[in-house]
Nanobody, 117 residues
Framework: VQLQASGGGLVQTGDSLRLSCAAS????????VGWVRQGPGKERELVAN????????YYPDSVKGRFTISRDKGKKSVFLQMDSLKPEDTAVYYC???????????WGQGTLVTVSS
């Protein structure tokens, strides 16, 4: 399975953006798909995860209430709706998939999100 992320861009503080991650093949129901970001000079940070089968979601406190992850099983796609964006959300966002939360073995190429103040 390969992942293709898209939807990044330049936005202003307070704006919204929706990222998409399309998979070339099916995921197992037990798998997790997540969005991980890496800002300039920062470590990688998991910002959202969804269990492919059950749909359970996870968010860290830094994005809880602002980011929403969802999936479309028919389109083999995962989305990240980002609202109330802040400059500190500026990062390259990667979608990734694997057998558990944060335990990713397949990575997409990343899409750049820049939030201007």
């Amino acid at each position: 399975v390969q992942l293709q992320a898209s939807g990044g861009g330049l936005v202003q503080t307070g704006d919204s953006l929706r990222l998409s991650c399309a998979a070339s093949g099916p995921f197992l129901s037990s798998w997790s798909v997540g969005w991980v970001r890496q800002g300039p000079g920062k470590e990688r940070e998991l910002v959202a995860n969804i269990r492919w089968g059950a749909g359970n979601t996870y968010y860290p406190d830094s994005v809880k209430g602002r980011f929403t992850i969802s999936r479309d099983k028919g389109k083999k796609s995962v989305f990240l709706q980002m609202d109330s964006l802040k400059p500190e959300d500026t990062a390259v966002y990667y979608c990734a998939a694997g057998t558990g939360l944060g335990d990713y073995i397949i990575w997409g190429q990343g899409t750049l999100v820049t939030v201007s103040s």
